[in-house]
């Protein structure tokens, strides 16, 4: 939840033109609640804007009735499916979404 928070706040940051702050050290965080602590959070950028851009097409695609009846059948969602079949087929499935 953390991460997304600030995946989406460096994300609104550079779509309004505003500066990111720098980073600093976690030492010259004051903690000054008991209990409280400070966490590193890391983001991939490119992945959260690729996701967060991301729009879709619709596409047509011809399998035989067989196939269709028996996938059909189990369940398989087709859009799901062939994304992922895609995905692997690039043999990139971690920086995409």
Do not use: H, W
């Not at 994300?11 to 050290?25: N, T």
């Not at 269709?68 to 895609?86: H, M, R, V, Y």
């Amino acid at each position: 939840m953390v991460k997304e928070l600030l995946e989406l706040t460096v994300y609104s940051l550079v779509i309004d033109g505003d500066r990111i702050p720098e980073a600093f050290s976690p030492e010259n965080i004051i903690i000054d609640k008991p209990g409280s602590f400070a966490a590193l959070v890391s983001v991939n950028m490119p992945l959260a804007r690729a996701e967060m851009d991301l729009q879709y097409v619709k596409k047509t695609v011809t399998l035989p009735k067989c196939l269709n009846d028996l996938a059909e059948e189990a369940g398989i969602k087709f859009s799901k499916t062939l994304q992922a079949a895609i995905k692997l087929k690039l043999d990139s499935p971690e920086q995409l979404v």
